[in-house]
């Protein structure tokens, strides 16, 4: 039953998982690796941590549907403040994309990914695997953004200079971004500042996507339901994104 997904050679009781999946999903600021540890009785903080990131690896359902309709997108770097050119930070900080659904009164879905600069090939091609084409993408004048017309998309972009005084051209981006830097802070204590920094924007995603939800119940069985969908992650592929 558990070959080929997240629970395979699990050395633990089966049970000892779900207690951990339930604490997971049941913290809405999510849990730190010592916490859970400390919560669920693991005799190590190894465990603890690959446990975190292994369910990680399964808040992300695979064939998940992209974002569609009015998509606001812009790069944030988490670690501090930019002191360099765009996409090039100093030592410790890493570049974070971030798109979100603007429903007018309301955001809807968030997509975050890690990536290496803000060079046009690399913001185009996380476009793509975060947005479905068709769909409006609200810009900031970043040259990066540039192609998106060609790929087939709609271009709109909201330049400083354009924006009311005191606006920001991208303010939902910015608004996830700080929760995001909130979140990391706060739960794992800096955790940011690992070289896993996707697992966490994994985990943020998903907890984010979910935060109307009223259920625990409902919570819990989707990671059980997409845990089983997912490949192993044994923690020879629990790699950086280095």
């Known amino acids: 039953m558990t070959a080929n997904t997240v629970f395979?050679?699990?050395?633990?009781?089966?049970?000892q998982m779900f207690q951990a999946m339930w604490y997971i999903v049941c913290q809405k600021q999510g849990v730190s690796a010592l916490g859970l540890q400390r919560i669920i009785g693991l005799g190590?903080?190894?465990?603890?941590?690959t446990w975190l990131h292994k369910l990680r690896t399964a808040m992300?359902?695979?064939?998940?549907?992209?974002?569609?309709?009015?998509?606001?997108?812009?790069?944030?770097?988490?670690?501090g403040v930019h002191s360099g050119k765009r996409g090039r930070g100093s030592e410790g900080?890493?570049?974070?994309?971030?798109?979100?659904?603007?429903?007018?009164?309301?955001?809807g879905r968030v997509r975050l990914t890690y990536i290496k600069d803000a060079s046009a090939a690399v913001l185009i091609g996380a476009v793509q695997k975060m947005v479905d084409?068709?769909?409006?993408?609200?810009?900031?004048?970043?040259?990066?953004y540039?192609?998106?017309?060609?790929?087939?998309?709609?271009?709109?972009?909201?330049?400083?200079?354009?924006?009311?005084?005191g606006e920001d051209p991208t303010a939902l981006v910015h608004r996830i971004a700080s929760l995001l830097k909130r979140w990391l802070l706060g739960t794992h204590q800096g955790g940011h500042q690992f070289s896993?920094?996707?697992?966490?924007?994994d985990e943020f995603t998903f907890r984010f996507n979910r935060r109307t939800s009223?259920?625990?119940?409902?919570?819990?069985?989707?990671?059980?339901?997409?845990?089983?969908?997912v490949e192993p992650a044994p923690l020879s592929t629990i790699k950086a994104h280095y």
Not at 68 to 77: M, Q
Not at 133 to 144: H, N, P, Q, V, Y
């Open 146 to 165: 540039s192609g998106l017309k060609e790929q087939g998309y709609s271009h709109t972009i909201v330049k400083h200079s354009e924006a009311q005084p």
């Open 44 to 49: 190590s903080y190894q465990t603890a941590w």
């Open 93 to 107: 900080k890493e570049l974070v994309l971030v798109a979100v659904e603007d429903k007018g009164s309301s955001i």
């Open 214 to 229: 009223s259920s625990r119940g409902k919570l819990f069985y989707r990671l059980v339901q997409q845990a089983l969908q």
């Open 60 to 79: 992300v359902r695979p064939g998940r549907d992209k974002l569609s309709g009015l998509v606001e997108v812009d790069e944030t770097l988490i670690g």
């Open 8 to 15: 395979q050679d699990l050395r633990k009781p089966m049970r």
């Open 133 to 144: 084409l068709g769909s409006t993408i609200r810009t900031d004048g970043w040259k990066g």
């Open 196 to 201: 896993h920094l996707h697992y966490y924007l």
